[in-house]
């Protein structure tokens, strides 16, 4: 049986969302990044529009930007919120060879929005190795990770 004190957990052992009724709106804010490592040459494909099957930084930004608002649909325990805004950035990192994808939730709500700035940022990073497998045998995503948070009790700096 789990620990009592576990949030997600009722008095009978059983798997459960938490309840916020009690809590307060308040503006809430998430910033989670990651990076996919990729070859040289493979971003000279991007550069030069040659991958085949499109503009992967593109269809990646609005897969993330899409999944964000699916977050409650994916994490069984995560409450549905009205995002106020999603962005996902996408550029090729300074060593010339990965990419960094940066995404950044909002919400008026009473629970914070890391969830939906992680699944972005790991959707869209999902999205560019699709677009780019047929390319680039190699590559190996990691480093998602949340940046900052921001409202309600807790805060996260940006590291």
Do not use: W
């Not at 009724?21 to 990076?35: E, L, P, Q, Y």
């Not at 699916?70 to 990419?99: M, W, Y």
Request: charged share 20%; aromatic share 4%; proline share 6%.
């Amino acid at each position: 049986m789990p620990h009592p004190s576990f949030s997600h957990y009722d008095e009978h052992g059983r798997a459960r969302m938490v309840d916020i009724s009690d809590k307060s709106v308040t503006t809430r804010r998430a910033v989670a990044g990651g990076r996919i490592t990729v070859q040289a040459a493979t971003l000279e494909t991007i550069a030069q529009g040659l991958v085949p099957k499109g503009p992967p930084f593109e269809i990646a930004r609005i897969a993330g930007i899409a999944a964000a608002k699916k977050t409650a649909d994916l994490i069984p325990l995560c409450h549905p919120l009205r995002l106020t805004f999603i962005d996902v950035s996408i550029n090729p990192g300074e060593d010339g060879q990965s990419v960094t994808v940066t995404a950044t939730a909002s919400a008026e709500e009473k629970t914070g929005v890391e969830m939906e700035a992680l699944v972005a940022c790991t959707t869209a990073l999902l999205t560019i190795y699709d677009m780019l497998k047929a390319v680039d045998k190699t590559m190996s995503i990691s480093e998602v990770h949340l940046i900052e948070k921001s409202g309600g009790r807790s805060h996260t700096p940006a590291t």
